[in-house]
């Protein structure tokens, strides 16, 4: 009995210990193999910047070969180019196979740990592997963010006007010159740098003193970003770096980077709807990875890439629409109207429009459409088509088609106050009460840029997305008309000076 009571404690003080000294290793997993150059870069940054080489190592890339991605079919398929070198193919994404390609068109390439690397991953890198994705972006209005800002008079003189610095002088408030920096943090954070090099400098770093390029106008993951080898635009902005996820690029949250009130409301309208309202709710529920994504299955209520841009099927895999990179190909209408709606540009460079007096605009200040720049009418009932069965994956067609109706009517109506502002700013100009050598530093001249750049934009969004108070008094009607008010209570009172 004695003998069998100290078996039992010994055997308990065996599992005991056995408990507290012994962990058993996880389950190994497999990992698709990874170049000997990603692998030197892995090994140096795993200490150096950990962040970027955990968020490499959850990514997509990390867990396939270019190879295994080629053999998906169909509609499952998300490598779309067809000549991928075949040094490529058996290795995952790595550090190497991005940060190295296309070394010669690179100016801010440079010698780094026995490699040639490129600072910055340019789309022209990224279309390697997704050639039709970038075939798409690059004649966007989006990859040419900055040109459309920086080659327009009308506009530069906007944003040098809002972000120039004053001062006091002589009791008068004086405007300074807008600087780079606050271009670079303001408007051209959204749309883009030039990311110029100049030359190498020394950095000190977590291993020692090391030379890198000299970069001006970075960072920055502006959507028409100019690269250092000559190509637009950024994915990062909306696949950041380094997951490059598409869970992120589905989420609202990505456009809501720069998508916001008061100019370009389109989050927070979005926010507001009925459709934000479930896919926040069951947003759980979803399954934001899948390819394509089906409607009723992988999500049950559209968020900003699922009506603007992403492949949708049906619960049976039918494909509703096609995965496109011109966020604006199934818009008829541009509701960010410059100075009123009007329908899509034909070329993502906006610069190139010119109104009827000779301005780089979509319409004349009195309403006059720019045509020859402007897509037809079979264009814009294609595009209307396009976004319809978007709709109708979950709505009738009757609904989708009123409420592409009430957009139109919201489009028309806002058009009408903002050309009775404009009315009133060319009489204050007109009459000397104003000066129009610059149409944007005057009290009146701001109300007058409220009307369309903040409150007509607000009532456009809210009618097409369902936002609600954004179309009554979140700057909308209410701020229209008190804005009119205060433009001819101006006019009259310096009429009477």
């Known amino acids: ?258 998508h916001l009130k008061p100019d370009v409301p389109a989050y927070d309208v979005y926010e507001a709807s009925a459709h934000a309202i479930i896919a926040n709710a069951k947003t759980k529920e979803f399954n934001w990875t899948a390819v394509p994504w089906k409607s009723g299955t992988d999500f049950t209520a559209p968020t900003c890439a699922a009506c603007h841009n992403a492949l949708i099927a049906d619960p049976q895999g039918q494909v509703i629409v096609q995965r496109t990179h011109d966020f604006g190909s199934r818009l008829w209408v541009r509701l960010f109207g410059l100075i009123y709606s009007h329908p899509q540009p034909k070329s993502g460079d906006t610069s190139i429009l010119k109104n009827k007096d000779g301005l780089p605009l979509p319409a004349a200040f009195t309403g006059e459409l720019a045509t020859a720049g402007l897509i037809d009418k079979q264009e814009q009932d294609t595009r209307r088509a396009e976004m319809g069965k978007v709709c109708s994956a979950c709505h009738s067609t009757n609904w989708a088609s009123n409420h592409f109706i009430k957009i139109d009517a919201a489009n028309v109506e806002t058009d009408l106050m903002t050309l009775a502002s404009t009315q009133l700013i060319l009489k204050a100009w007109s009459n000397g009460l104003a000066d129009n050598k610059n149409p944007f530093d005057e009290s009146i001249e701001q109300k007058w840029i409220r009307q369309w750049l903040f409150y007509s934009n607000s009532i456009r969004y809210s009618s097409a997305m369902s936002g609600q108070d954004y179309a009554a008094f979140e700057n909308g009607w209410w701020n229209l008309n008190e804005t009119l008010q205060d433009m001819q209570g101006w006019i009259d009172l310096r009429s009477k000076k």
């Open 1 to 258: 009995m004695k003998k069998n009571i100290l078996t039992m404690f010994a055997i308990l003080g065996a599992m005991i210990l056995i408990g507290v000294f012994y962990t058993p290793l996880p389950a190994q997993t497999s990992q698709p193999p990874i170049s000997s150059q990603s692998q030197t870069c892995i090994g140096c940054h795993t200490n150096v910047t950990p962040g970027i080489v955990a968020d490499w190592q959850a990514s997509r890339h990390a867990q396939t070969t270019v190879g295994d991605a080629l053999k998906a079919t169909g509609a499952a398929k998300r490598i779309s180019s067809d000549n991928i070198p075949d040094n490529l193919k058996g290795y995952a994404v790595g550090c190497a196979e991005c940060h190295t390609l296309n070394a010669a068109a690179h100016k801010d390439n440079f010698a780094h740990m026995g490699n040639q690397v490129n600072v910055v991953v340019s789309s022209n890198d990224c279309k390697t592997c997704h050639g039709l994705e970038v075939a798409q972006y690059a004649p966007s209005k989006k990859a040419h963010a900055y040109g459309n800002l920086t080659s327009n008079a009308v506009y530069s003189a906007l944003v040098d006007t809002v972000l120039a610095g004053k001062e006091v002088k002589d009791g008068k408030l004086v405007s300074l010159k807008a600087t780079d920096a606050a271009k670079a943090d303001a408007c051209l954070a959204c749309h883009g740098t030039v990311i110029a090099v100049n030359g190498l400098k020394k950095v000190t770093t977590k291993i020692g003193e090391q030379q890198f390029p000299d970069l001006s106008g970075w960072p920055n993951l502006g959507v028409g970003r100019v690269n250092p080898d000559g190509s637009l635009g950024a994915c990062t902005p909306c696949h950041p770096r380094h997951s490059f996820s598409i869970e992120v690029a589905r989420k609202p949250y990505s456009c809501g980077q720069c």
